[in-house]
């Protein structure tokens, strides 16, 4: 199966960059392609520069092949792909391809650029305050306007159907773009030849050559289905929604149920509804309010603390999770080691109110155990030790009630409800920024401390010359702007 279409811009000489992070084959593919063209009497070379990190160590792989010309002599082959001569671009993920366009690495009328549409976040989008993720929406459009044709899908999401790993997705839809001239049936070979997880990779090769010859797709947006009640408590509450809530609220309110019932119990999700129904008694349509209110409150009311890490780490689903994402046999043993670093602070608001307090309220103690808790560690959750560790851990749910942060909290939210309420009673326009504030409260430790830190000086500030609902929005959207919050101090300061 040949395309006798192509047009390169030398016949006799083809290049092709690919672009991959660390873990993601990039170096199996580039092998892969070297063993076609051999196969099909070409000369093939193949490059790399390593990144150094997962997310951040974004390789660049270059092949260059070459068609032999029968003068016996050896063609001089480039060891990097250079702006302008590239015939086949193969980006493993969204930002990736924006990569090559940024590098110039794909040309209009030349290139045959082929790109996964789904995301891997960098660490500089996950840092953000507010919303740091790039704009893919131009990249898309940028690789129709830079390729000569443009390939594009949710490789991720075709791993997972196909069981394979995204290498196998993205050397499927290589030879099903028809960019490189060489039979279907040799790309099969190279897979059949390497005798590793060969039934899988035809799988996942398969699926990408598919997958190249449709249209450019873009990833499935997530939805996520209402919970089911499956307990006469988690019934009784729902019914309670329906009965007592507005429609637009409701969705909302059923995921912020289901969420605090698996971080405390019953009636701490009932608590929630005796919060949130006092903000839909000063509410009207379209209910915007109560329905913001029933996101926001349930996450702050599950808040991140020592005991919901260690529950969320040691569950049997985490780990399956973990087995899938990573391709895990069922013959093979999985060890997971994370780092972390649990500070003084966070280790006494875990413990009773008052010998929290009393810690933290004494220097020769802080001074004494602070010690234990100055550096980091790598864990390893799946060893018996660390896992019981963080097991009983998670066990003093049932004592959560009686610690230092959840009395903490729980004053915090009553006074953030408070200022909502009296604010809904005249203008919910306001009430709904002030709601909105809440986006500024995140994480554990730093993160945490800084959110909650912003929060109050808005709060704060409102109370001193009470703004509007703009002025509120401006001051929000400063403190999210970036992670140091200089445009919020700029703003109160002037």
């Known amino acids: 199966m040949r395309d006798t279409t ?35 009497g070409w000369l093939a070379q193949g490059t790399s520069v390593p990144g150094v990190a997962q997310r951040t160590g974004s390789t660049v792989y270059y092949v260059e092949l070459a068609k032999p010309d029968g003068s016996g002599r050896l063609p001089v082959m480039a060891q990097m792909p250079m702006p302008g001569d590239v015939d086949v ?35 500089g989008e996950k840092q953000a305050m507010g919303d740091g993720r790039g704009n893919g929406e131009k990249i898309i459009e940028a690789a129709y306007q830079r390729s000569k044709r443009f390939i594009g899908f949710d490789m991720e999401a075709a791993t997972d159907r196909s069981g394979s790993v995204i290498s196998a997705i993205m050397f499927g ?6 960019g490189l001239p060489f039979a ?53 509450l729902a019914a309670r929604i329906a009965a007592n809530l507005p429609p637009p609220a409701q969705p909302n309110a059923l995921h912020g149920v289901a969420k605090l019932m698996d971080w405390q119990d019953g009636a701490y999700a009932a608590l929630y509804l005796d919060r949130l129904e006092s903000v839909a008694a000063l509410d009207a349509a379209p209910f915007e309010l109560t329905a913001e209110t029933a996101r926001h409150l349930a996450l702050w009311m599950g808040y991140e603390d020592t005991i919901r890490v260690a529950d969320l780490k040691t569950r049997a689903s985490r780990i399956t999770r973990v087995r899938g994402e990573v391709k895990a046999g069922d013959e093979q ?68 009630p009686r610690s230092l942060r959840y009395i903490e909290e729980q004053e915090r939210i009553e006074h953030w409800l408070e200022l909502v309420r009296t604010e809904a009673a005249k203008d919910r326009e306001l009430a709904l920024e002030l709601v909105l504030c809440q986006r500024l409260i995140k994480g554990y430790g730093d993160t945490f401390e800084r959110g909650l830190g912003n929060f109050q000086r808005i709060v704060a500030e409102h109370a001193r010359a009470p703004r509007d609902a703009a002025g509120v929005r401006t001051l929000r959207e400063l403190a999210l702007a970036d992670d140091k919050s200089s445009g919020l101090t700029e703003a109160l300061a002037g």
């Open 6 to 40: 192509m047009t390169i811009a030398n016949e006799n000489r083809i290049t092709i960059a690919i672009l991959a992070l660390g873990g993601q084959g990039g170096g199996v593919l580039a092998d892969w392609i070297q063993e076609v063209a051999r196969a099909e």
């Open 89 to 123: 671009v193969v980006a493993s993920e969204l930002m990736e391809t924006g990569r090559a366009l940024l590098r110039g690495f794909s040309t209009a009328g030349r290139t045959t650029l082929i790109g996964s549409t789904h995301r891997i976040y960098a660490i």
């Open 173 to 178: 839809a290589l030879a099903g773009s028809g």
């Open 184 to 236: 279907a049936d040799t790309y099969r070979a190279a897979i059949e030849h390497s005798g590793i997880a060969v039934k899988s990779n035809l799988k996942g090769f398969q699926e990408g050559f598919d997958r190249a010859q449709q249209p450019v797709a873009r990833p499935d947006e997530i939805t996520h289905d209402l919970p089911v009640p499956t307990t006469e408590q988690g019934r009784a």
């Open 333 to 400: 043993i999985l060890s997971i080691t994370e780092f972390m670093h649990p500070r003084l602070q966070e280790v006494c608001e875990t413990l009773p109110a008052g010998i929290g307090r009393r810690i933290l309220a004494s220097k020769g103690l802080t001074k004494l155990l602070g010690r234990f808790f100055t550096e980091g560690r790598h864990v390893e959750t799946t060893g018996l030790r660390w896992f019981l560790a963080l097991r009983t851990v998670a066990a003093m749910r049932s004592i959560r």
